[in-house]
């Protein structure tokens, strides 16, 4: 799971949140200030996503060095402009994504080459959100609760 919050930072930087499990409680986490501004919420996901994949990627490779196969690396995402971006590149760019940095494609190329897949996850189940924003009340031990690998109370 990955998400952004846009703007969130006194000087208007975004916020990164990421969140890797292997099936039950988080085995990485990741709550970090974003290094450059961005001029939309989509962008925001994008240099989120950037941000992250290295670790992803990472933790598929370490796994596969311990012998186990990842059948599917999947990214769950609540942003569907970014998505679209992610999947298509510069074949879903507007007018207003040109600004958009190529680097942040990298994902485009990941996912022809089938090394992560990219899935939507709505955003009231989007489990990187304990990273980016602060939460209350139910949602909180919700997804405290994930992350510590006590989902079934």
């Known amino acids: 799971w990955v998400d952004a919050s846009f703007a969130v930072h006194n000087d208007f930087v975004s916020h990164t949140g990421a969140y890797i499990s292997f099936g039950v409680g988080s085995v990485l986490s990741i709550s970090t200030k974003q290094k450059v501004n961005t001029h939309s919420s989509t962008e925001a996901e994008l240099v989120g996503l950037d941000d992250a994949i290295s670790k992803i990627l990472w933790a598929k490779s370490f796994m596969a060095s311990q012998g186990f196969e990842i059948e599917a690396n999947i990214v769950y995402r609540d942003n569907t402009s970014s998505m679209k971006l992610e999947e298509n590149g510069r ?50 031990v919700k997804l405290r609760n994930r992350i510590m690998g006590y989902d079934f109370i």
Do not use: Q
């Not at 942040?104 to 990273?131: G, H, Q, S, W």
């Open 91 to 140: 074949e879903s760019a507007s007018k207003r994504t040109r600004h958009f940095n190529i680097k942040y494609f990298y994902i485009t190329d990941l996912i022809k080459r089938k090394e992560v897949c990219i899935k939507y996850c709505p955003t009231a189940e989007m489990n990187a959100d304990y990273m980016t924003k602060p939460l209350t009340g139910a949602l909180f």
